[in-house]
């Protein structure tokens, strides 16, 4: 059985770019959270889609935005890239439309670095 | 608001010893509790959970009671192993809330054979 599934594994770029990462969650699986795990920060929810709605979203700024497909894979997209957004991003998803029952399934991340 | 407090690591054990791992919470509602465990490279694999207070989440030799009365959720093992060396996080999520997790800062862990 395919665990979720986060592309690229690690990524370079330049201060001011923007980036995209993807996640494919478990099939079956419809929500799927997006968090961001720093040394200084720890583990930071960024937003939460359930059947391409998203229901929650974290404390980041604007330049942070995501989405959700048909099909449950899910997109983030930084924009305007910045030093401190270095960090793992971690997608996670569930069968469970109310997770927080439940738990998630994560993936093993996209390790972002901004030069 | 919602808030996990989580023992300070590097935690070293030689294989064999008793772990304990603190974790206190902060909670509005009424919270789950999990544990979670990260490996080098890798993300975050649930490892336990418990979702009303007196619960006892298990697995892989670790245990954890849920205790409302203190608000804590202690991870314990046993017998550690040196294949159990990881960072270990706390968290809580509480529906009412959404689904948002609460992580604790995660205690490093290693084992020493």
């Known amino acids: 059985k395919a665990g979720v599934t986060q592309t690229p594994r690690y990524l370079i770029k330049t201060r001011g770019q923007q980036v995209t990462l993807s996640c494919s969650p478990i099939?079956?699986?419809?929500?799927v959270s997006w968090y961001q795990q720093t040394p200084g920060q720890g583990l930071q929810f960024l937003f939460e889609?359930?059947?391409?709605?998203?229901?929650n979203k974290g404390n980041f700024p604007g330049r942070f935005s995501g989405r959700q497909f048909s099909n449950s894979r899910s997109e983030m997209n930084v924009s305007t890239l910045e030093l401190g957004d270095s960090a793992l991003y971690l997608c996670a998803s569930s069968r469970e439309p109310t997770p927080a029952n439940y738990g998630y399934t994560f993936g093993s991340g996209t390790r972002l670095t901004v030069v | 608001g919602n808030s996990v407090t989580q023992m300070e690591g590097p935690v070293t054990l030689s294989e064999e010893a008793f772990l304990t791992i603190n974790c206190t919470y902060t909670a509005t509602g009424y919270p789950s509790l999990f544990w979670y465990v990260q490996y080098p490279g890798e993300g975050l694999q649930l490892l336990l959970k418990a979702t009303k207070a007196d619960d006892k989440g298990s697995n892989k030799g670790f245990e954890a009671t849920y205790r409302k009365e203190t608000t804590s959720f202690h991870l314990e093992k046993g017998s550690v192993q040196v294949s159990d060396s990881a960072v270990y996080f706390c968290?809580?999520?509480?529906?009412?809330?959404?689904?948002?997790?609460?992580f604790g800062t995660g205690t490093s862990l290693t084992v020493i054979p």
């Open positions: 968290a809580l999520s509480d529906r009412n809330t959404g689904n948002q997790f609460y």
């Open positions: 099939s079956g699986h419809r929500s």
């Open positions: 889609y359930f059947s391409e709605t998203q229901r």
